[in-house]
């Protein structure tokens, strides 16, 4: 059984920054890529950032320069630095693992940005 357990959320002002930290529970031999996503009210889930197990990461276009995703594979932890944070970055953020054709989910943690 694999759980991913997401911490780091919380409330900030415009301008402000965070660290997500989604830590892999369970026995887990290897992944193919892990990221986050995000879903505001109203709108649909949306990709924010991943990273492969080879360390290729890839962002949307709209945190690009703000937001770092990165790993610590001792830890079993990938993280998710966000600077500058906008309100518009106010959403459930979602840690997510693909391992061939499976898929996990963490449970979402809410960033809530202030203007």
């Known amino acids: 059984q694999v759980q991913l357990v997401e911490s780091g959320g919380g409330l900030v002002q415009a301008g402000g920054s965070l660290r997500l930290s989604c830590t892999i529970r369970?026995?887990?031999?290897?992944?193919?890529?892990m990221g986050w996503y995000r879903q505001a009210p109203g709108k649909q889930r949306e990709l924010v950032a991943i990273?492969?197990?080879?360390?290729?990461?890839n962002y949307q276009d709209s945190v690009k320069g703000r937001f770092t995703i990165s790993r610590d594979n001792a830890k079993n932890t990938v993280y998710l630095q966000m600077y500058s944070l906008k309100p518009e970055d106010t959403a459930v953020y979602y840690c997510?693992?693909?391992?061939?054709?499976?898929?996990?989910w963490g449970q979402g943690i809410q960033v809530t940005v202030s203007s």
């Open positions: 369970g026995t887990i031999s290897s992944w193919d890529l």
């Open positions: 997510h693992l693909a391992q061939g054709p499976m898929r996990y």
């Open positions: 990273i492969s197990s080879g360390g290729s990461t």
